[in-house]
């Protein structure tokens, strides 16, 4: 995400140190920490969340698909047993 290397973190570091000083630089190094670790966690969750919504989606879309190929068998067969059974419905002479 971010490109900080060593150099970059002494950096903040002894700006950090010379700002709060001594004494509240490890509550203050602490406390971000935690908000980072917080914000870690809130954004893996909707990493979590968005991709299980695009599989419960990508599901939805497959049961569509496989349904159409269904209800297209079932005419198919339905058309097959009706054009079988054309020929007995012809009008015809009666039988006796």
């Given at each position: 995400m971010f490109d900080i290397g060593?150099?970059?973190l002494m950096f903040i570091g002894v700006v950090g140190l010379l700002v709060l000083g001594?004494?509240?630089?490890?509550?203050?190094?602490?406390?971000?920490g935690l908000w980072i670790g917080k914000i870690k966690r809130?954004?893996?969750?909707?990493?979590?969340d968005?991709?299980?919504?695009?599989?419960?989606?990508e599901l939805?879309?497959?049961?569509n698909e496989q349904q159409k190929k269904l209800d297209e068998?079932?005419?198919?067969?339905?058309r097959d047993?009706?054009?079988?059974?054309?020929?007995d419905r012809r009008p015809g002479p009666c039988p006796p």
């Open positions: 060593f150099l970059e001594p004494e509240r630089l490890p509550k203050a190094a602490r406390t971000l809130t954004v893996s969750g909707m990493q979590r968005i991709s299980a919504q695009l599989e419960a989606e939805r879309q497959k049961l068998s079932v005419r198919q067969v339905q047993v009706e054009s079988i059974a054309e020929p």
